[in-house]
């Protein structure tokens, strides 16, 4: 049972980037899909989540607008399209699942982590 994270770098401000994560095994059959992210000195905060079916998305307000999830369950695989990205922005993104297939917002309630992926935006 593995999340692997990928896709971050660094990019300028206003730039765009998009994360993917790629689960194995049984994690991602059934599961709600969630992001969340860490910078320096902070608490990790939630970010963005998706149900298991796709056809339920909730987000941070911070990203609202700008930030799109998906998924592709046929590739066990969800993504995070990160548009007009702000220095703010900027963190480590962690994937995580959910052994159900309703998000949620509190990172408390994720059963898998990917290992993170950095992403960094210049003003």
């Known amino acids: 049972v593995q999340l692997q994270a990928s896709g971050g770098g660094l990019v300028q401000a206003g730039g765009s980037l998009t994360l993917s994560c790629a689960a194995s095994?049984?994690?991602?059959?059934?599961?709600?899909m969630g992001w969340f992210r860490q910078a320096p000195g902070k608490e990790r905060e939630f970010v963005a989540a998706?149900?298991?079916?796709?056809?339920?998305?909730t987000y941070a307000d911070s990203v609202k607008g700008r930030f799109t999830i998906s998924r592709d369950n046929a590739k066990n695989t969800a993504y995070l399209q990160m548009n007009s990205l702000k220095p703010e922005d900027a963190a480590v993104y962690y994937c995580?699942?959910?052994?159900?297939?309703?998000?949620?917002?509190?990172?408390?309630?994720?059963?898998?982590w990917g290992q993170g992926t950095q992403v960094t935006v210049s003003s």
């Open positions: 995580a699942a959910r052994k159900t297939s309703w998000y949620s917002q509190s990172d408390t309630l994720y059963d898998y």
């Open positions: 095994g049984r994690t991602f059959s059934g599961s709600a």
């Open positions: 998706i149900s298991w079916g796709g056809g339920s998305k």
